[in-house]
């Protein structure tokens, strides 16, 4: 079947401009996470959503950083006046439940100019 | 929270020798430990997991250990061979626990040489 996807796969964005970023999970898993992978860096825990229950929102760098999903499966994550430090690959990854193996998307490239 | 160090970050061992790659945790509440392959421009792949109820795992030319009690855990790559170069990162999750996603390792940049 189809895995996780994520769009746009790219994305150039001037500082201070807002940006929305969308994960597709794999159909029937119904955890969806968000990571950030700076370059040549290990990957950062941002947020979590377990089916259409409200996530915890503490890992999330800034309160400029924000995230939904909507019925329980498309999540999309936003960045508001974005910063050049927030320039990274953006991860999304889902599971059947949490504890189970995370598939992870292609991921999104924002480079903030 | 859970903090996680893995070491080396890079190894170079020749083609047919074992990698060995280390981590280590904070948190004694962590009970999942899942190991990642990330190629060059790839998102990153799962190649083994382990669960706190069990020392050893093993697939093929991959295991990986648990000591829970000094709370590290360990890669190995016997018979290595080119393909097996890439970053590796491990990572830790306290399931049901309250930490909602993996805490990973910086990664370790594995180069198989010829």
């Known amino acids: 079947g189809a895995g996780v996807s994520q769009s746009p796969s790219n994305k150039v964005t001037e500082k201070g401009k807002d940006v929305e970023l969308r994960c597709d999970p794999i159909s029937g898993h119904t955890a969806l996470y968000w990571y950030r992978q700076s370059l040549g860096q290990g990957l950062e825990f941002l947020i979590y959503f377990q089916g259409n229950s409200a996530p915890d929102k503490s890992g999330l760098p800034s309160d400029r950083f924000s995230a939904e999903r909507t019925g329980g499966s498309v999540s999309t994550l936003t960045i508001q006046r974005t910063q050049q430090e927030d320039s990274a690959v953006y991860l999304c990854?889902?599971?059947?439940?949490?504890?189970?193996?995370?598939?992870f998307g292609p991921g999104t490239r924002l480079t903030v100019t | 929270g859970e903090n996680v160090e893995q070491h080396p970050s890079t190894l170079s061992v020749q083609e047919g020798d074992s990698a060995v790659i280390k981590c280590t945790y904070s948190?004694?509440?962590?009970?999942?430990f899942p190991w990642y392959k990330q190629e060059l421009g790839k998102r990153p792949q799962l190649i083994i997991d382990?669960?706190?109820?069990?020392g050893e795992k093993k697939d093929q030319r991959i295991a990986v250990t648990l000591n829970k009690t000094a709370k590290h855990f360990s890669l190995h790559i016997t018979e290595t061979q080119p393909e097996d170069s890439a970053v590796y990162f491990c990572?830790?999750?306290?399931?049901?626990?309250?930490?909602?996603?993996?805490?990973f390792g910086k990664g370790t940049h594995l180069i198989i040489q010829p």
């Open positions: 382990i669960r706190s109820n069990v």
């Open positions: 990854a889902s599971s059947l439940a949490q504890g189970n193996e995370q598939y």
């Open positions: 990572a830790a999750l306290s399931v049901g626990g309250g930490a909602d996603g993996l805490t």
């Open positions: 948190d004694s509440a962590s009970n999942y």
